[in-house]
């Protein structure tokens, strides 16, 4: 039906109608004192939903944009750094690494398995001249969750390298209490637990990570995240950002303010449990290896099924877009998105329609009715 | 009065209801064929407006990234280009160009003079390495515009060179035949002739600037043009694109084909030329040099008086925002942007809140009414 699609994609993710409506008002100068009062309140609740006292800085970008930032902007050529790589936003790191000349080791596990810390430890106590391991929080590409906590831990008892992580699916969605964990640097992007449109990218900053920056030769300009330091600093910009959709971000962060950072870290956990026993109860496989599931992604591997023929048939039938899988796991997942904006509903229709898909395709191998039961039951046990 | 807010500042600029109407629905997946659609339709309409068989790439970022991108993908590190500056913008090439080690040999004139086309052509004479001659056609900040038409003849005749050239305020305000003219790399961004909100840049490649982004070296990822080109052949973005900007770039390019370019372009000298007839009946001097006034934004030096109080007397009793001076044209000069989505009215009701301030200031020089009169003679002088 025209109009009526249920965005249930790792991102772009749903947006409530407030922000939209914010979205869509009349821009107003960029240089105004309204304008500027609107940068402060989302400077304020972007640092509350980092956790952090440090910086955090509005890209007008893709979260790519703010990847890019991160590394450019601490880092020099030729320096050496760890990349985590078991996804494809993880091979992206590398990507931007070399692009700019940096020296990678990479840590690779298979798609679907988490990163091993000890394996960063184990060259991070080798070798005094790491200057940065870089990896990716939530991997969305395969719906796993890596643990940032312990291998942050075993980068702070290095004494050159700091900590780069891309948080673009699991900020908003997990805890990620970037001062306690000791974070230097996140990247994430408006389009995920945001609540918003894709347009807007944030790349956070400690102490540490400026202090790299100050001996970082990589050249830039519109990524030169000192500009947007000194900016920020007079609640502005150095070029002219995306005014409406910094109406949005400060109408979404309200939103979440209200909501609280416990219980949107509840919800999704809810809803990933939800997902998962779901589809384990329908007789379906999780991709992600038991305990490392996104709370933002679940990826199912429906074994002997085409996932693309589920996925259409979900599109077709129920207006619900599910993501493929990526490159070699194309036809082989499908990933259900329940990041930001979703609500038990959301969860409820997506079980059902799979299991709807399934039945019509003659491949359930379990009672109709069985996964939305699972889900139900796990709703109901784990209020919110 | 609260949201009765009137842009006049060359950006952002009026945005129609419609366009804001598209950017405010629901986003939808940016790799669904609904999505390719779109970008098919507004890469045809960006070649329209280009005037151009070349490629127009869309990126998510401000103008400054399409500048950049510009640059990064042409061009390698010690080229020698030469970069024309008077004005702010200007400056911000020479800017970017240093900072990836570019040699650069400035032509200067004062802000306010517009560029000398045979200085350019003195210099291609007798330098063969010159690799790029870049430059800003509309100065933003001064309100000049320059005679790309002639550089870029010079440039044509040189051996080796490009050149490139920001149209951020010129494109959709007055004729840029990109490919007539062999303009071979043109930045512009949304927020200007567009009538849209910031959030999307544009970089416009002809054959010779593919052939130059061939030897270049520069690194980058994020503002790769080879990325952006591989995708838009498949009417698709290389990274998560602002997909709700998308939706009101439609909407424009739609409302700009329907107006004609001939038609949009005689509207902004119409109101280029009303508006600054009006400022000089009324005893105002404008501060571009005479016949290089910007079809986009009117200049004007108030002798003896302070800009910056006029412009916030018209903000205060008229809600129009008019653009103040920049760096040591601050209080100098004020700025009235008639760019983009601006009818017969905006500049009516301009004109006669700069009357009505000059003369609530005691400091207007002719009989109230003597602007809004010359004015309104152009206007009804020269037909749309």
Redesign the interface.
């Given at each position: 039906m025209q109009?009526k699609?249920t965005?249930m994609?790792p991102?772009?993710t749903?947006?409530p109608e407030r922000v939209?409506?914010a979205?869509?008002?009349?821009?107003?100068?960029?240089r105004?004192q309204e304008f500027q009062q609107i940068v402060k309140r989302t400077t304020e609740l972007l640092k509350w939903l980092h956790q952090t006292n440090g910086d955090v800085l509005t890209i007008?970008?893709?979260?790519?944009?703010a990847m890019?930032a991160a590394i450019i902007n601490t880092l020099s050529q030729g320096d050496k750094v760890i990349c985590g790589e078991n996804g494809k936003f993880g091979e992206r790191w590398v990507?931007?690494a070399k692009?700019?000349?940096l020296d990678v080791t990479t840590i690779k596990e298979d798609w679907g398995k988490p990163l091993d810390p000890e394996k960063f430890k184990s060259i991070l106590d080798k070798d005094d001249e790491i200057r940065a391991v870089i990896i990716t929080h939530s991997e969305t590409s395969t719906g796993i969750i890596n643990d940032l906590k312990a291998i942050s831990r075993h980068v702070k008892a290095h004494r050159n390298a700091i900590i780069i992580a891309d948080c673009v699916t699991s900020l908003g969605a997990c805890n990620v209490p970037m001062d306690e964990w000791g974070i230097d640097v996140i990247a994430s992007?408006s389009?995920k637990g945001y609540m918003m449109?894709?347009?807007l990218s944030f790349v956070a900053m400690n102490e540490n990570a400026w202090e790299a920056s100050k001996r970082s030769n990589?050249?830039?300009?519109?990524?030169?995240l000192q500009s947007y330091k000194k900016s920020i600093d007079k609640d502005s910009n150095p070029?002219?950002?995306?005014?409406?959709?910094y109406f949005a971000l400060e109408e979404s962060l309200s939103m979440m303010k209200d909501e609280g950072l416990s219980s949107i870290f509840n919800r999704h956990k809810r809803h990933m449990n939800a997902t998962q026993e779901a589809m384990k109860s329908m007789g379906l496989d999780l991709f992600a290896k038991d305990g490392f599931g996104s709370p933002a992604i679940t990826s199912v591997e429906p074994t002997g099924l085409d996932a693309e023929t589920i996925r259409k048939t979900v599109k077709v039938n129920f207006d619900i877009?599910l993501?493929g899988g990526q490159d070699h796991l194309k036809g082989k997942i499908f990933r259900i998105g329940h990041l930001g904006f979703v609500n038990d509903r959301d969860i409820i229709t997506a079980v059902a329609a799979i299991e709807s898909a399934l039945d019509q395709l003659n491949e359930l191998k379990k009672p109709l009715g069985t996964g939305v039961a699972t889900a139900t039951k796990i709703l109901n046990k784990q209020s919110n």
């Open positions: 109009d699609l965005l994609i991102g772009p749903p947006v939209l409506k979205l869509g008002k009349h821009p107003i100068g960029h105004s007008t970008g893709s979260g790519t944009a890019e990507k931007v692009a700019y000349g992007g389009q449109p894709p347009g990589l050249p830039k300009f519109y990524l030169d070029f002219t950002p995306s005014v409406n959709l877009l993501a």
